[in-house]
């Protein structure tokens, strides 16, 4: 069965386990670098919120096993569990006084999102460019994002410039950056699979840079005074491993790490282990403590 099938089969299962006053629709959605997924959109009478739910952790769990009755209850679960009890007044979207106290940015590939770019203000930087979003925090929304489009600069009457100025000052206020010691985090999050990391790997010195969500955090390395206070507790420039849209990895630059070896670790990592719509970039890249500049290592 391929997804598109399963999607169409989870539409009707869920809708009959929501009952009336619900409607279901299939939808694709464009994320990230041009990666389309299928998703499920639910509507319910008298609210003006419809959750997008995607589909792909429950196709997976489908295929091994999971029939689809049991994926809808699943599902219907975890909708009205994130579900708003009441909706939500949009309208303050309008102002953009009101817009730009939350509004963050991060970072994307050009090479791999020419189509998105065309219809949303961006701002190169070396070979990705910086997109903006507003974060959403809202009756119990927390987490969520708006992609800023061309259409909303254009309403409030705002150039690309202003939206980097508001959200490198608002930003690291509502998403404050965060350095951890890789290997304290991973211990942390998966217990048991850290026990066989070398006492050689741990002396490279890998700390993870990211936002306190630890989602689209790979834009941190651009806040005021980030990598400068990495680089100061290292006591040295820094390289930089794009290890995601959500989060880098930065190591000291006179530890004795090879270069061509690090280019082609990110080049296998990006292409077995990152889901392919938060690959951020191929490039390894160098903060000079010295100049305070970020640039592609060579």
Known sequence: MTIKEFSGNMKQ????????????????????????????????????????????????????????????????????????????????FMDYGRVK????????????????????????????????????????????????????????????????????????????GTCRDIFSMMKKMCPDKTSDVTDDLKELGLYVISNERLTLGAAVMLYPGMLEEVSEMLGSSLYIIPSSIHELIVLSDNNGSDIKYLKDMIRAINRTQVAPQDVLSDTLYRFDRDTGKITAAS
Do not use: Q
């Not at 997924?37 to 295929?63: F, R, V, W």
């Not at 979003?133 to 009457?157: A, C, T």
């Open 101 to 176: 106290e939350r509004l963050a940015f991060k970072l994307i590939s050009s090479e791999l999102n020419t189509e998105l770019l065309e219809n949303i203000p961006h701002i190169p930087f070396l070979d990705l460019e910086i997109v903006f979003y507003y974060s959403v925090e809202m009756n119990g929304m927390e987490g969520g994002s708006i992609l800023i489009r061309n259409s909303h600069m254009e309403h409030w009457g705002v150039g690309a410039e202003d939206l980097m100025r508001d959200s490198l000052e608002n930003a690291p206020r509502i998403l404050p």
């Open 13 to 92: 299962a869920v809708s009959l386990e929501l009952g009336s006053g619900y409607k279901v629709e299939e939808v694709s959605v464009d994320k990230n670098n041009g990666v389309c997924l299928e998703a499920l959109l639910i509507k319910k009478n008298g609210l003006n919120l419809s959750p997008t739910i995607y589909l792909n952790s429950y196709y997976e769990d489908h295929l091994d096993g999971e029939n689809i009755r049991e994926g809808a209850g699943r599902l219907v679960r975890d909708y009205k569990a994130a579900l708003p009890s009441e909706g939500i007044d949009i309208s303050f």
